[in-house]
């Protein structure tokens, strides 16, 4: 398939980590509105890459919860498409080749460091983040030989970011954001320990190969969107617009997550919420 500008190609990106909330749902609407409005397709991709928290209940129950509320794609690991498969799971091949082009091309370092290591060496340990403190760039300049030759150490490999540089970029819905490299973000995980891919490294794969032309998805990962830039430049791939939406909030202003079960879709249909009712002012 090849990319057409003039095409709108949106997503829908449900881990199957928990039951989907009200705060999914609302993120995901606004993806299909802007999809539908565009005249476009909407693809449902299911990021079941982390296997240790990944269940298959939670799968099935994702894509009957998203049904009754209203969803509807046009590609998905429910009904295939041209540019599948479409359970990260399956997609493995994709990510290798992409670690392998960022090995070729000096983008990336092997890193031997525990958790630990990093909390004790970071520049700014307590940073108020939920990515936790910015790397120190401890195995930046080790050769990739004193790593590898010993085979018993397990290493992730980290992207190394531009530092001092800005990722600027235009949100569709926040405006101009801009981030400092080595500042805002350290050199990121893109292939974890466990040899399991980083999650910045899958959704870059996978937006590109699908063809998606914008993503839609929580503010929570505007920041991301900074590290993610820096991925589509180094594979040589066009990035995609962004629209991040404002995150919902409970009563009390905290964050919706998976455990407010109460929220969750599967919850409030069982004590008879409709979907119009829940969508009600979006
Ligand atoms: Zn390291």
Known sequence: MKADTHIY?????????????????????VAQERARAAG?????????????????????AMIEDLRWFGFAWQEGPDCGGPVGPYNQSERMPF???ALEKLRAGGFIYPCACSRKDIQTAARAPHADDEDGPIYPGTCRSKKTSTINSQP??????????????????????????????GTDFGDFVVWRQ???????????????????????????????????LLLYHALGVPPP???????????AGVRLAKRHDALSLRQLRTTGATPESLRYGW
């Open 194 to 228: 466990d040899d399991v891919p980083a999650y910045q490294l899958t959704v870059v794969v996978d937006d590109a190969a699908m063809q998606i032309t914008e993503v839609v998805r929580g503010a929570d990962l505007l920041k991301s969107t900074a590290r993610q």
């Open 241 to 251: 617009r962004f629209f991040h939406c404002p995150l919902m909030t409970d009563d």
């Open 40 to 60: 476009g397709t909407l693809v449902l991709r299911n990021e079941d890459m982390d296997a240790k928290r990944f269940k298959l209940e939670f799968v099935n």
């Open 9 to 29: 190609r949106g997503r829908l990106a449900p881990s199957p980590t928990g039951y989907l909330h009200l705060g999914h749902a609302r993120t995901f609407w």
């Open 95 to 97: 990510y290798r080749a």
């Open 152 to 181: 018993a150490t397990r290493f992730s490999w980290r992207f190394r970011v531009p530092d001092g540089e800005t990722s600027f970029f235009v949100d569709e819905n926040f405006g101009p954001q801009s981030f400092l490299a």
